[in-house]
């Protein structure tokens, strides 16, 4: 019998993870208060999902005038999990976990 | 504009299969960011063997090779010595290894490969328990806990042996830097990882990872608890760099180590007097560790 050998000799993961959309894993959402949050980036230092992102200042209101020079953050729900570490670690408390059933439906 | 604390650059994608709060992706995410994208990962079997998902997909930005349970040690000395003969000097080896794959298990190849002193780094992240394949006890599993093999139960049977302390077993190599860290405080992970890569040698840092699955906690709670170990004495942060001792964080007033168990479902069948024991061996471990550090820094 011959020897078959496969195309690729070792096989390589190529597909990233980002077709994965985790987001349908969740049962909690984490809404953010644009009103409190004080673009400190904990959350998305913290977040295990790397679903936080960066967006820029004026894509969201500010809770004070100083803070509109900086970056705003973005949660991306194609991906959070819903874990809380988020909101749990926010100093403003500026992030709720909302049951996903009482999402308003606007943003679907 | 934005002030940033650790580095932005990301090389752990969203989309991988960790549970909801995973501690140990965390530290992931950390250790890379530290690094850069010049590593090269050997990763054992534990939940990070399954992370990043299913075949073909991938959910790091850098090259990673699955290997058996027990060999990371020799796996990373293999990588490390052929792309030094490609003249692949400037690449990080980092063998990235869950508790059981090193405290136990990996042990002895870990053991030979510091001993060589191969220019590698090994990071044990420690979740407390063989989590992978659902919760049995490992040596690095915490006196009082509860497992699936130590199930606690009426006849109490909780873990009764003290936690293998590996980074301790790492020091008695002679190796050039050890280190504890955890996802709590990643400023201070992160400038580990920077301190060690400026060492060539093995280096050996335990990240303490909580995983809300296995310790029975609500997943927003994982960086809590990992303040928490730091806070109690429960797990310290400390560095050894060439023999010498370096406690990073001396917490003023060490909180009571109840609240760092009650967190925590694994805990929650221990009484009064078994908490006190805890909180004993949390003191006396503590003293010993100040101790090392006014020793080793006499000269
Ligand atoms: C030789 C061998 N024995 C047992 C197993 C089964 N196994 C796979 S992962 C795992 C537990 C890993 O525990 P740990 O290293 O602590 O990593 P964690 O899963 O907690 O992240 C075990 C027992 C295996 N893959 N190979
Ligand atoms: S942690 Fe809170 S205040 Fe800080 S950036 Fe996130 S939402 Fe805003
Ligand atoms: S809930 Fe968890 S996964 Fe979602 S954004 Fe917050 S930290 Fe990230
Ligand atoms: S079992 Fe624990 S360590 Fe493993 S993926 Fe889940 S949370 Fe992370
Ligand atoms: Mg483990």
Same mark, same amino acid.
């Given at each position: 019998?011959?020897?078959?050998?496969?195309?690729?000799?070792?096989?390589?993961?190529?597909?990233?993870?980002?077709?994965?959309?985790?987001?349908?894993?969740?049962?909690?959402?984490?809404?953010?208060?644009?009103?409190?949050?004080?673009?400190?980036?904990?959350?998305?230092?913290?977040?295990?999902?790397?679903?936080?992102?960066?967006? #820029?200042?004026?894509?969201?209101?500010?809770?004070?005038?100083?803070?509109?020079?900086?970056?705003?953050?973005?949660?991306?729900?194609?991906?959070?999990?819903?874990?809380? @570490?988020?909101?749990?670690?926010?100093?403003?408390?500026?992030?709720?976990?909302?049951?996903? =059933?009482?999402?308003?439906?606007?943003?679907? | 504009?934005?002030?940033?604390?650790?580095?932005?650059?990301?090389?752990?994608?969203?989309?991988?299969?960790?549970?909801?709060?995973?501690? #140990?992706?965390? +530290?992931?995410?950390?250790?890379?960011?530290?690094?850069?994208?010049?590593?090269?990962?050997?990763?054992?079997?534990?939940?990070?063997? $399954?992370?990043?998902?299913?075949?073909?997909?991938?959910?790091?930005?850098?090259?990673?090779?699955?290997?058996?349970?027990?060999?990371?040690?020799?796996?990373?000395?293999?990588?490390?010595? +052929?792309?030094?003969?490609?003249?692949?000097?400037?690449?990080?080896?980092?063998?990235?290894?869950?508790?059981?794959?090193?405290?136990?298990?990996?042990?002895? +190849?870990?053991?030979?490969?510091?001993?060589?002193?191969?220019?590698?780094?090994?990071?044990?992240?420690?979740?407390?328990?063989?989590?992978?394949?659902? @919760?049995?006890?490992?040596?690095?599993?915490?006196?009082?806990?509860?497992?699936?093999?130590?199930?606690?139960?009426?006849?109490?049977?909780?873990?009764?042996?003290?936690?293998?302390?590996?980074?301790?077993?790492?020091? +008695?190599?002679?190796?050039?830097?050890?280190?504890?860290?955890?996802?709590?405080?990643?400023?201070?992970?992160?400038?580990?990882?920077?301190?060690?890569?400026?060492?060539?040698?093995?280096?050996?840092? =335990?990240?303490?990872?909580?995983?809300?699955?296995?310790?029975?906690?609500?997943?927003?709670?994982?960086?809590?608890?990992?303040?928490?170990? $730091?806070?109690?004495?429960?797990?310290?942060?400390?560095?050894?760099?060439?023999?010498?001792?370096?406690?990073?964080?001396?917490?003023?007033?060490?909180?009571? $180590?109840?609240?760092?168990?009650?967190?925590?479902?694994?805990?929650?069948?221990?009484?009064?007097?078994?908490?006190?024991?805890?909180?004993?061996?949390?003191?006396?471990?503590?003293?010993?560790?100040?101790?090392?550090?006014?020793?080793?820094?006499?000269?």
């Amino acid at each position: 019998m011959p020897i078959i050998l496969p195309e690729e000799p070792t096989p390589i993961a190529k597909v990233p993870s980002t077709e994965n959309k985790t987001g349908g894993w969740r049962t909690f959402r984490p809404i953010i208060d644009y009103e409190k949050c004080i673009r400190c980036y904990i959350c998305w230092k913290f977040c295990p999902d790397t679903a936080i992102d960066f967006a #820029a200042p004026e894509k969201h209101p500010a809770p004070k005038d100083a803070l509109k020079r900086f970056d705003t953050v973005e949660i991306n729900y194609d991906y959070c999990k819903g874990c809380g @570490i988020c909101a749990n670690e926010c100093p403003a408390n500026a992030i709720e976990l909302v049951l996903e =059933q009482n999402v308003g439906g606007e943003e679907e | 504009m934005r002030k940033l604390t650790i580095p932005e650059e990301e090389y752990m994608l969203p989309g991988h299969t960790a549970c909801l709060g995973c501690g #140990a992706t965390i +530290a992931m995410r950390y250790v890379l960011k530290a690094l850069g994208k010049k590593t090269i990962l050997s990763i054992p079997a534990c939940c990070w063997a $399954v992370i990043p998902g299913v075949y073909p997909h991938r959910a790091l930005d850098v090259p990673l090779l699955y290997t058996a349970f027990e060999v990371t040690g020799a796996s990373i000395s293999g990588i490390r010595e +052929a792309l030094d003969v490609l003249g692949k000097e400037d690449v990080n080896v980092v063998g990235f290894a869950g508790d059981g794959g090193t405290a136990d298990i990996g042990l002895q +190849a870990l053991s030979a490969a510091m001993e060589r002193r191969h220019n590698v780094f090994y990071i044990m992240y420690d979740n407390e328990a063989y989590m992978n394949t659902g @919760i049995q006890r490992s040596g690095s599993t915490p006196w009082g806990a509860w497992t699936t093999t130590t199930p606690g139960g009426k006849k109490r049977m909780f873990k009764h042996e003290p936690k293998k302390n590996v980074a301790e077993i790492m020091v +008695a190599h002679n190796i050039p830097y050890v280190a504890t860290a955890t996802i709590a405080y990643p400023e201070d992970l992160i400038a580990k990882l920077r301190r060690a890569k400026e060492i060539k040698g093995p280096k050996f840092i =335990q990240i303490f990872s909580p995983c809300p699955t296995g310790w029975r906690h609500s997943p927003d709670k994982t960086v809590e608890i990992s303040r928490l170990a $730091v806070q109690t004495n429960f797990f310290p942060l400390y560095e050894v760099i060439n023999g010498k001792y370096k406690v990073s964080i001396k917490p003023k007033n060490p909180k009571p $180590v109840k609240e760092f168990l009650k967190l925590q479902g694994r805990f929650r069948h221990l009484t009064e007097e078994e908490v006190e024991y805890i909180q004993h061996e949390i003191d006396e471990n503590w003293k010993a560790l100040l101790k090392k550090e006014r020793c080793s820094q006499e000269e």
